[in-house]
């Protein structure tokens, strides 16, 4: 059995009715794919480098939404996303002036957030059991397709979880996410097979 990794996966609780803030999860934004009028070359409109404050307002829901999968958690992904534009604020020119910052702001939110699964969180835990839901219909289906499959991400080690979120959701290539991950190009293959591998069980089981 395949998994279906949907690009606009709603950062939602379970139970709060699958409506991401700001939007529903039709016009969520998806990853790398700007909407028109959001700056995605690293330039503002005069063609300087882009500036901290038009990265922030065009590309910080994608970064966002990387988050959210990576924690599962709305709030920690909001942390997350904050801590990381913490870390750049101070070298942002040199940054901005190398190209598009988006693939380096990426890297510095991964790397931090596997620095924040090796402390001790009491926060939200997977769990193989979803609540009972009424029939469903189709939209509120494909809701339940998608809570399942987050909480099912929760049940990754955080190295497989970054390895399929990075290569299935960000669409980056292996020896891309390789670079982000800071490890080979094989441990990104093992790291991914093994991730679907363990995500097929727990949609199975589940």
Do not use: N
Not at 107 to 118: E, P
Request: charged fraction near 30%.
């Amino acid at each position: 059995m395949g998994v279906a990794f949907p690009t606009d996966l709603p950062m939602t609780e379970p139970g709060a009715g699958g409506v991401p803030p700001g939007g529903t999860p039709a016009d969520a934004p998806t990853p790398d794919r700007s909407p028109v009028g959001v700056a995605s070359d690293g330039l503002d409109d005069d063609g300087a480098p882009l500036s901290f404050d038009r990265y922030v307002r065009d590309r910080s829901p994608a970064l966002l939404r990387t988050a959210f999968l990576l924690t599962g958690d709305r709030h920690r992904a909001e942390d997350l996303v904050q801590t990381t534009l913490t870390k750049v604020l101070d070298r942002w020119d040199g940054i901005a002036a190398r190209g598009d910052p988006h693939a380096y702001l990426r890297t510095v939110l991964l790397r931090t957030a596997l620095g924040w699964r090796r402390r001790k969180w009491e926060g939200e835990r997977p769990s193989s059991e979803l609540p009972d839901r009424a029939e469903a219909t189709d939209a509120t289906a494909t809701i339940d397709r998608r809570d399942r499959l987050r909480v099912a991400l929760l049940g990754l080690p955080p190295r497989q979880r970054a390895a399929v979120v990075l290569r299935h959701y960000e669409d980056l290539s292996e020896a891309d996410t390789a670079a982000v991950l800071g490890c080979s190009v094989g441990t990104v293959k093992s790291q991914t097979a093994k991730g679907l591998e363990r995500l097929r069980a727990l949609l199975t089981d589940d």
